[in-house]
């Protein structure tokens, strides 16, 4: 067997464990090196044959004769209409107006320039957004059809340079899933500081729970940050947001930000 | 002969061979996930109709409680609908595109929640639309071959698979289930997935020269 072949068949067994496990940061490093030397494999190779597995067992299986229940078909439905609903009601607009006056010629370099630029910012910017907060909406619209418990508490800003900041959490304890959404959060510059949530549940922890870190990007729109807390909540009781070092800390010395607590408190004087 | 009876018992194993690993039954298949990517509220609930039940079978194993999994099974949809786009026929079959996307998201599941639990007692309704619906599922070609290769590996390999790819055990907990060094599991699996793999290359490869010389 010489090099190549030896190469190969490493690649081979690295594509086949990473259908079913995840891999060492050492083995992903070695995948993609070796990927990058032979494009004739795609990362998905094995993926396919997973999935393929997968339905071959599940038909091999007898015991598998579950029917979705009615009501959570219901409830895919519900999510998908009022998704639909959403953009059915986009304000109107003339596209074959707008397509004449676009296929003039004085206006096809701008249109060329602008849509490179657009498309190198978006390209910048999905890479984030699929990482960190791909579906969020869609997510947090599931979590609103279907906790039975959901939980929904305005920020109240705790400083003056807060007070005008738009927003609230929504928090489902029998989920312990949850979401905020800001609008108009000071961008943090994220090698320096990150933005941390808290969990407040006092009758099980002396400290408030670290319910993650997250990065302001822009204050004109509303941005929607999952909630992930460190430890299984009980009661929460409020929630807060303080700025931190990056990464967060695990008890905060820092003065609180935002606050949403359960009773809206009282107005000062 | 092992082969020509897989032809015999699948008529649109030729699709198989004309399109490499892709769709099998075009004309059952066709254009649902099209539809669905344009947001035509019919052929999303075909697609519910259609892949429901093994989604949801699926994520009840995958899943601790039944929360999470009603929970995964609206998040594979929503993604579903958002990825019908992407769908390209020649690069594989639907029901392969739909396994695809499920497992990778019940796998994240999987991996935020951090627990996992064997189905022994199945509490959900049965119905007789299961059996027709698994029958229609095993018409596909691909699947026939997938099923083929399965049923060639011994007992103890297949259960280990299964344990792996449809539970969705980590090898670790295989390793302590089956009680078995973590480096066999590990080796057992990837074996595994790569015969069955190659299995299917070669069947497709001898149906491709049968039918193209």
Redesign the interface.
């Known amino acids: 067997m010489d090099r190549k072949d030896k190469e190969k068949q490493i690649l ?2 690295l594509l ?2 990473s ?4 891999l060492s940061f050492e083995d992903e490093q070695k995948l993609a090196q070796l990927l990058l030397h032979y494009p004739e494999y795609t990362k ?18 007898d ?7 009615s009501e ?2 219901n ?3 519900k ?3 009022s998704t ?1 609903d959403e ?1 059915n009601t986009l304000p109107g607009f003339n596209f074959n107006s707008l397509f004449k006056t676009l296929i003039k010629p004085a206006y096809a370099w701008s249109i060329t320039v602008m849509l490179t630029i657009g498309l190198s910012y978006s390209m910048i910017t999905f890479k984030t957004y699929e990482n960190n907060y791909r ?1 969020l909406p ?2 947090r619209m ?2 609103k059809n ?1 906790a039975k418990d959901l939980m929904n508490h305005p920020w109240y800003g705790k400083t003056s340079d807060f007070e005008t900041i738009q927003g609230h959490v929504i928090w489902s304890h ?2 312990q ?1 949850g979401f905020i959404t800001i609008t108009g959060m000071p961008i943090n510059d994220s090698s320096l500081n990150q933005y941390q949530i808290w969990i407040v549940d006092p009758i099980k922890y002396l400290n408030p729970v670290d319910g993650g870190v997250f990065d302001i990007t822009t204050s004109e729109k509303e941005v929607i940050i999952p909630i992930n807390p460190k430890l299984p909540i009980f009661n929460a009781r409020a929630f807060a947001i303080t700025l931190e070092q990056p990464g967060g800390v695990v008890v905060s010395s820092q003065p609180l930000l935002l606050t949403a607590p359960k009773e809206r408190p009282k107005q000062k004087i | 002969m092992p082969l020509l009876e897989l032809i015999i018992n699948n008529l649109s194993i030729k699709d198989t061979a004309e399109s490499g ?1 892709a769709n099998t039954n075009p004309k059952a298949n066709e254009n649902l996930l099209a539809k669905v990517a344009s ?1 035509n ?1 019919e052929a ?2 075909e697609l ?1 109709n259609k892949y ?7 994520a ?2 995958y899943l601790s409680n039944q ?1 999470e999994a ?2 995964a ?3 594979i ?3 579903l ?2 990825s019908a786009g992407r769908f390209d026929p020649n690069k ?1 079959s639907e ?2 595109f739909i ?2 996307i ?3 998201r019940l796998i994240d599941n999987l ?1 935020k929640n951090n627990k996992h639990k064997v189905l022994k007692s ?1 509490e ?4 007789d ?3 027709s619906q ?1 029958s229609n ?2 018409e596909n070609a ?2 026939s071959l ?2 083929r ?3 060639k590996l011994d007992i103890q390999d297949q259960e280990l ?2 344990l ?3 539970q969705g055990y ?2 670790l907990e295989i390793a302590k289930l089956l009680n078995l060094p973590l480096g066999t599991v ?1 080796t057992k ?3 595994n ?2 015969k ?2 190659e299995d ?1 290359k070669r069947i497709n490869t001898k149906v491709k020269h049968l039918y193209h010389g």
């Open positions: 081979i067994e086949a464990l259908a079913v496990e995840h998905d190779d094995f993926a396919k044959t997973a999935a393929l597995s997968q339905i071959g067992f599940y038909l091999m299986d015991t598998a004769n579950e029917t979705l229940p959570i078909r409830k895919i439905l999510t998908y209409d639909s953009k579906y869609l997510k599931v979590l279907t029998d989920k899933k | 690993m947001g509220p999303f609930e519910i429901g039940n093994l989604i949801w079978s699926i009840r194993r929360n009603e929970d099974v609206q998040e949809f929503v993604a609908w958002q594989a029901i392969t396994s695809m499920t497992r990778r991996r199945i959900d309704s049965l119905s639309d299961v059996f698994k599922l095993e691909e699947i997938v099923i290769a399965l049923k698979l299964s792996s790819i449809y980590s090898h590990k699996i990837r074996r997935l790569m069955i793999r299917i």
